[in-house]
């Protein structure tokens, strides 16, 4: 009976360890919890903290670029992606005429089609394509196309543009030369739509409601261009 007691005892004795590691265990486990949600919520105000810094930021410096008389292009329009569906009429107007006039581009050596359009001030849209040449420099950029359409005309003020290529990595800006030739004909800051056309040509739609769309502008992708040149004479 004795035996009995003692080998009672140590079963007890065992079961309050039991249970005295099993609350440790879930004190733990909660811990822990609060321990992530902690974590959590630190990234999410180190992470509101550095926007707003650089909100801030932004605000300090685009009030001393807009004071400094050294720099062209004070007042730059927003740069952010959206959908094809939510664009405005200009947006959808322009990408559908450039993806109209890329099935027009002459690119035998790269086969990289390329499209865009340009609004002028009348609202008139010129559309281009990219036109390769076998000696490679000749050639001419859709953009550049574009716009020569129009000026060909007269027409001199261009207030929107739209550019379109299939790349499978990302949009397709326009290159330099094509920054600075439209800087030429841009007398303010102009919104630029660039879309990722399909990678088949017959594709309907071909660019989906759902599909982003970058819409930046020509003061964004170069904010630092080469001035109009003034002679001294």
Same mark, same amino acid.
């Given at each position: 009976?004795?035996?009995?007691? =003692?080998? $009672?005892?140590? !079963?007890?004795?065992? /079961?309050? *360890?039991?249970?005295? @590691?099993?609350? &440790? %265990?879930?004190?733990? =486990?909660? $811990?822990?919890? !609060?321990?992530?949600? /902690?974590? *959590?919520?630190?990234? @999410?105000?180190? &992470? %509101?903290?550095?926007?707003?810094?650089?909100?801030?930021?932004?605000?300090?410096?685009?009030?001393?670029?807009?004071?400094?008389?050294?720099?062209?292009?004070?007042?730059?329009?927003?740069?952010?992606?959206?959908?094809?569906?939510?664009?405005?009429?200009?947006?959808?107007?322009?990408?559908?005429?450039?993806?109209?006039?890329?099935?027009?581009?002459?690119?035998?050596?790269?086969?990289?089609?390329?499209?865009?359009?340009?609004?002028?001030?009348?609202?008139?849209?010129?559309?281009?394509?990219?036109?390769?040449?076998?000696?490679?420099?000749?050639?001419?950029?859709?953009?550049?196309?574009?716009?020569?359409?129009?000026?060909?005309?007269?027409?001199?003020?261009?207030?929107?543009?739209?550019?379109?290529?299939?790349?499978?990595?990302?949009?397709?800006?326009?290159?330099?030369?094509?920054?600075?030739?439209?800087?030429?004909?841009?007398?303010?800051?102009?919104?630029?739509?660039?879309?990722?056309?399909?990678?088949?040509?017959?594709?309907?739609?071909?660019?989906?409601?759902?599909?982003?769309?970058?819409?930046?502008?020509?003061?964004?992708?170069?904010?630092?261009?080469?001035?109009?040149?003034?002679?001294?004479?």
């Amino acid at each position: 009976m004795l035996e009995k007691r =003692k080998l $009672l005892k140590q !079963y007890i004795k065992c /079961l309050n *360890e039991m249970e005295m @590691e099993l609350n &440790k %265990r879930k004190l733990n =486990k909660k $811990l822990n919890g !609060y321990m992530d949600a /902690l974590k *959590e919520l630190q990234c @999410e105000v180190d &992470k %509101r903290e550095t926007k707003a810094a650089a909100v801030a930021q932004a605000a300090v410096n685009e009030k001393a670029i807009s004071t400094s008389p050294n720099l062209p292009h004070p007042k730059m329009l927003d740069e952010y992606i959206t959908t094809y569906c939510e664009l405005d009429d200009t947006g959808r107007e322009l990408l559908d005429a450039a993806l109209d006039v890329r099935h027009n581009a002459y690119a035998p050596y790269s086969k990289f089609k390329v499209g865009a359009a340009f609004r002028s001030k009348s609202g008139v849209a010129y559309a281009g394509c990219n036109i390769e040449n076998a000696a490679f420099t000749p050639g001419c950029c859709a953009e550049r196309a574009a716009l020569a359409k129009g000026i060909s005309e007269g027409v001199l003020k261009y207030t929107a543009g739209a550019v379109v290529a299939c790349h499978p990595s990302g949009f397709t800006t326009p290159c330099g030369v094509c920054r600075q030739f439209i800087l030429e004909f841009a007398k303010a800051d102009i919104p630029l739509y660039i879309a990722k056309a399909p990678e088949d040509e017959a594709a309907i739609p071909a660019i989906g409601d759902d599909d982003e769309i970058l819409v930046t502008s020509i003061y964004n992708l170069m904010p630092h261009s080469f001035t109009v040149f003034e002679s001294k004479e």
